[in-house]
């Protein structure tokens, strides 16, 4: 196994271009399945994740050529099954769920299993297919689910903000009889980039953005070329970097107000923040204060930077409280951020995070992917060296970041373990 070993105490300054969102692009890939020619994605991040749900592509029967970031999708699919080996890789994999019944009629997946943070259940995604008249069975730890007949549009009210099923459900109303209304929608960035790139196949979806989305079904969906909006997630973790380091970092490519709930919090603990049309710059000269956070579906806190932030309390002047009311068990970073001196008390959903002036150089093992990035911003701020093992975690969703933090002057070496 891989791990990072990183000598840190060094300020993060430089420019980076953020990459794709990895959570725009699993849906996104998985539209593929839907179009009755060829979709090509641009500024598609080359993550473990997405090579995951290329190679599931690819086993369902479609055509890839890939040039870089852009990849190309043609052909139909011959084969229904998405396996338990593909998805237990990749939980989002039940993304193929909707495309594949609406496009074809029948779906055979796998339950996903749950993962570090959390049980992750997809009965929100299950139900959806039925209320769109789809007959759906589980057995044998699969999703067997069919409407020889087409689906038909329904009105879905979700009993709380799930994005996964979300997608699912507007990928698979795209192509039903009728109109379909989700309400309780979730409203993330990643759902307005997916809906954009449906329309632009054809589909005709309203109110993507809002907590009510109206899909009017289609008969067909033709090509396009669509890029992937720019990661809120990664370029969140790299403002972080530069206000725990002290530093000054530009961050290029993005969407600014995808951040407005991290930058308002990081201007509260004391961090300069400066923004402009796809750029943002960030700086601390000093130690940061305290601030409290409650993680919430977009356009509150992201569940996604609760790890990274955190890290970066570690470090406040002040007790910080940060409640995570997404995912049941995301605080697996704690104990690791412990080994490297941090006082945290952990009470159900909330931890509480006493700052210190410094932390120590320690040995620490990433358990999940945003767990791996807030241990190695924490790595990045002690004099040392410190080691984050299983950083196959990390490469699920950033890509490049060895290059991308050693050009800001991080000192950092991936090694065989
Ligand atoms: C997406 O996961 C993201 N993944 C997650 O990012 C992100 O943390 C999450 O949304 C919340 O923003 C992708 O987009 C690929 P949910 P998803 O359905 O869709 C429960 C990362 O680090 N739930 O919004 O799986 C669920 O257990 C990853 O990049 C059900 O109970 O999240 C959770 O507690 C981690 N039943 C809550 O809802 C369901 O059928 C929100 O989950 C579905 C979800």
Redesign the pocket.
């Known amino acids: 196994m891989d791990a990072l070993e990183i000598t840190g105490g060094t300020a993060l300054r430089g420019t980076v271009k953020v990459s794709g969102a ?2 725009a692009a ?2 996104l890939l998985a539209v593929s399945l839907m179009g009755a020619d060829k979709l090509t994605l641009e500024n598609l991040p080359a993550l473990a ?1 997405t090579n995951s749900m290329i190679e599931l592509l690819e086993h369902h029967g479609l055509t890839v050529a890939r040039n870089d970031e852009t990849v190309s999708f043609s052909g139909s699919a011959t084969n229904f099954d998405a396996p338990y080996e593909l998805v237990a890789k990749m ?2 994999s039940i ?1 193929v769920l909707g495309p594949l019944l609406a496009r074809y009629g029948e779906a055979r997946v796998s339950l996903p299993g749950g993962c570090a ?10 139900k959806a297919m039925q209320k769109l008249g789809a007959t759906v069975e589980l057995a044998d730890g699969y999703i067997q689910a069919r409407a020889p007949k087409g689906l038909t549009g329904a009105r879905i009210v979700f009993p ?6 979300t ?1 699912n459900a507007m990928m698979a109303a795209a192509l039903a009889r009728g109109t379909t209304e989700l309400v309780q929608a ?1 409203r ?1 960035p ?1 759902i307005i980039d997916l809906a954009t790139c449906l329309n632009a196949m054809g589909a005709k979806i309203t109110g993507h953005g809002t907590d009510i989305i109206t899909i009017e079904g289609v008969d067909a969906l033709h090509s396009t070329n669509h890029q992937v909006l720019p990661d809120r ?1 990664e370029a969140g973790s790299f403002a972080i970097g530069a206000a725990m380091t002290c530093g000054h970092l530009r961050l290029e490519t993005i969407v600014p107000e995808h951040l407005e709930s991290l930058f308002d919090v990081m201007r509260d603990a004391g961090a300069s923040i400066k923004t402009g049309a796809d750029w943002a710059e960030i700086s601390a000269s000093n130690r940061l204060q305290a601030v409290d956070i409650e993680t919430r ?2 356009p509150g806190f ?3 930077l609760q790890a990274q932030y955190m890290a970066m309390m570690c470090l406040a002047d002040g007790s910080s409280v940060i409640s995570e009311t ?3 068990n995301r605080f697996m970073h704690v104990p690791e951020l412990a080994r490297m001196g941090a006082n945290i008390i952990v009470d159900g959903r909330s931890a509480v995070v006493k700052g210190r002036e410094a932390l120590k150089p320690a040995p620490v093992m990433a358990t ?3 767990a791996s990035i807030s241990l190695v911003l924490a790595a990045l701020t002690i004099d040392g060296v410190s080691r984050v093992n299983r950083i196959y975690h990390l490469d699920r ?1 950033y890509s490049r970041l060895e290059q991308k933090l050693g050009a800001c002057g991080a000192k950092l070496q991936r090694i065989q373990t």
Request: aromatic fraction near 8%.
């Open positions: 990895k959570n699993l849906p994740d939980r989002a993304l943070i959390g049980t992750r259940p997809v009965d929100l995604h299950v709380f903000v799930s994005v996964g099923a997608e979730a993330e990643e997630i579906p977009y992201a569940t996604d997404i995912f049941e999940d992917l945003r969703g």
